[in-house]
């Protein structure tokens, strides 16, 4: 993280990095201003590049509906018997239809469109025609489109037939973490705001939060800073300010925090004692007043 590296310095007078053509003591400077105060305060600021001016994020917006378009296609076709790398032609075909490409498709390596996670598959399961859907399974399918460059991130869990009712709760119970996370990011508020609102409901329901894998910064890249984890404190972790885009994205699991990864496949996150997780993401923009939720 660059935080601490002394950004450009822009003149009163000079065209505000923002490039809303604007001078700069007429637009950012006040805002930078107030941003170089809390951090001589001793919080993590973000960077300037964490920024997204109203182009960008018109651009993300536009990346987004995609991710959505096809998360309620798949909300509309996933049943008992189809296979999980149906899914992932499903998400294939529609995404580039509509004029987009999925960003998991060999980024670092990964094989697929899409990640679809089963009952204790933590993240990042891998689609496959030898994965049935049966009834009574619950799976996460998280997607994630490149649009004109920029990126948008998301995903839903699906209840498969007849889930059983612990199950059932687990995953309401993880969509409720992420409203109750979504509800404290605010500008000039901090990401541990989010983190602790996160984490105290699904402890209060006596599940856990996976510690190893979190959320991020998302726009113009994949995954930016900051990372965004669930086991953090009110008042803690980055500076929110508006313009920021990050995800929430917690694993919930119904037993105990700890897992592992496939060795076979080197990307599949399990649950240590095999037990259901759950796990939804928004992505989210902070505003001048709170935030906006722009895929799910
Ligand atoms: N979509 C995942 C996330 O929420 C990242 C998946 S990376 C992949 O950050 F390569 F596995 F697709
Ligand atoms: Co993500």
């Given at each position: 993280m660059l935080q601490h590296v002394k950004q450009i310095k822009i003149g009163r007078n000079d065209p505000c990095w923002c490039k809303s053509g604007r001078k700069y003591k007429q637009c950012h400077m006040?805002?930078?201003?107030?941003?170089?105060?809390?951090?001589?305060?001793?919080?993590?600021?973000?960077?300037?590049?964490?920024?997204?001016?109203a182009d960008q994020?018109?651009?993300?917006k536009e990346s987004a509906k995609i991710n959505i378009a096809v998360l309620d296609y798949v909300g509309e076709h996933i049943q008992e018997g189809v296979t999980t790398g149906q899914i992932d032609r499903w998400v294939y075909d529609l995404t580039t239809k509509m004029?987009?490409?999925?960003?998991?498709?060999?980024?670092?390596?990964?094989?697929?469109?899409?990640?679809?996670?089963?009952?204790?598959?933590?993240?990042?399961g891998i689609p496959s025609e030898?994965?049935?859907?049966?009834?009574?399974?619950?799976?996460?399918?998280?997607?994630?489109?490149?649009?004109?460059?920029?990126?948008?991130?998301?995903?839903?869990?699906?209840?498969?037939?007849?889930?059983?009712?612990?199950?059932?709760?687990?995953?309401?119970?993880?969509?409720?973490?992420?409203?109750?996370?979504?509800?404290?990011?605010?500008?000039?508020?901090?990401?541990?705001?989010?983190?602790?609102?996160?984490?105290?409901?699904?402890?209060?329901?006596?599940?856990?939060?996976?510690?190893?894998?979190g959320g991020h910064g998302v726009g113009l890249d994949f995954h930016e800073d900051p990372w965004v984890g669930y086991h953090s404190k009110k008042g803690t972790?980055?500076?929110l300010v508006p313009g920021m885009i990050f995800t929430i994205e917690p694993m919930v699991n119904m037993g105990k925090e700890d897992i592992f990864?496939?060795?076979?496949?080197?990307?599949?996150?399990?649950?240590?004692?095999?037990?259901?997780?759950?796990?939804?993401?928004?992505?989210v923009l902070v505003t001048e007043d709170g935030a906006e939720k722009l895929s799910w």
């Open positions: 006040a805002f930078d201003e107030k941003i170089e105060r809390i951090r001589q305060e001793g919080h993590v600021v973000p960077i300037r590049k964490l920024i997204k001016n994020i018109a651009a993300i004029g987009g490409i999925p960003a998991p498709l060999n980024y670092q390596g990964y094989p697929k469109s899409v990640c679809t996670s089963v009952n204790d598959q933590v993240c990042h030898d994965v049935v859907l049966k009834d009574g399974d619950i799976v996460n399918v998280d997607c994630s489109t490149i649009l004109n460059g920029f990126y948008s991130d998301s995903s839903r869990m699906f209840c498969i037939g007849n889930v059983s009712e612990e199950k059932r709760r687990l995953v309401e119970v993880t969509k409720e973490c992420c409203d109750k996370g979504l509800e404290q990011v605010k500008p000039w508020g901090f990401l541990g705001d989010m983190g602790q609102a996160v984490h105290d409901h699904a402890y209060a329901n006596g599940y856990s939060i996976v510690r190893e894998i972790e980055m500076l990864i496939d060795e076979d496949n080197g990307w599949t996150a399990y649950t240590e004692d095999r037990k259901p997780s759950a796990q939804w993401e928004y992505m």
